[in-house]
């Protein structure tokens, strides 16, 4: 039975000690008593949306993380509902979603680049558009004081495509940071473009 007042409080704390405890299963059944439309606050919402979200609920997950977005328009709501529009394959939606976080925050890119290639590879582009990302990421202005250029490179391509092994072969094109991984300057193609990049990397992959 749904409750509200000090009671739903308590479910807040209950849920939030259950998600620290990684017990998401848990943590969506107490989210299930607390009455989400009766919840103001974008703070509380996000959290019984990531019960859901945790324990691979989606589209609940969803519907609670559009009413935060709806309290309080911030990037982290927008994130929540475009991984959420991915997983359950709704294509539209996240394109939607990633065209109001571009208004939202127009300065972020690499989140742009991340989510424009989750929903392109979920339509089967993923070859395609990886070529483009990685063109546009080496001519992005994204080196920071506090990192090493080969530090912040990999952070930034690792935050876009999650795959080690074209991180590895990235850094092999990038030609001035080939020096800090020599050993994987060797291989049997010349590697001079992302396209050529791609080529023997697909070619590698198994």
């Known amino acids: 039975m749904a409750l509200f007042g000090f009671g739903y409080k308590r479910k807040l704390e209950e849920v939030k000690e259950l998600l620290e405890a990684e017990e998401y299963q848990a ?3 107490v989210a299930d008593e607390i009455p989400v439309l009766k919840v103001k606050s974008a703070y509380e919402l996000n959290l019984i949306g990531k019960a859901y979200k945790c324990n691979g ?29 991915l997983e359950v394959k709704d294509l539209e939606s996240a394109e ?11 300065e972020d890119k690499i989140t742009q680049y991340k989510y424009r290639y989750r929903i ?11 070529i483009t990302i ?18 912040c490179l990999y ?9 080690k092994r074209l991180l590895e072969w990235w850094l092999l094109y990038s030609n001035k940071q080939a020096d800090y ?19 023997y990397y697909f070619q590698t992959k198994e």
């Not at 709806?70 to 929540?80: F, H």
């Not at 063109?135 to 004081?145: G, I």
Request: proline fraction near 6%; hydrophobic fraction near 30%; aromatic fraction near 10%.
């Open 120 to 130: 392109e590879k979920r339509r089967g582009r993923e070859r395609r558009l990886l």
């Open 155 to 163: 952070k930034v391509i690792s935050n876009v495509i999650d795959d």
């Open 57 to 85: 609920d989606y589209l609940q997950a969803r519907d609670v993380f559009e009413r935060s977005y709806e309290v309080r328009c911030s990037r982290p709501a927008l994130i929540d509902i475009m991984d959420c529009c």
């Open 181 to 199: 991984y020599p050993q994987f300057s060797q291989t049997p193609v010349k590697i001079t473009s992302p396209q050529d990049l791609l080529d």
């Open 27 to 29: 943590a969506a059944r």
């Open 96 to 106: 939607k979603y990633f065209d109001e976080y571009h208004k939202v925050a127009p």
């Open 134 to 151: 990685l063109e546009e990421l080496k001519a992005l202005d994204y080196m920071e004081e506090k990192y090493e250029p080969i530090d």
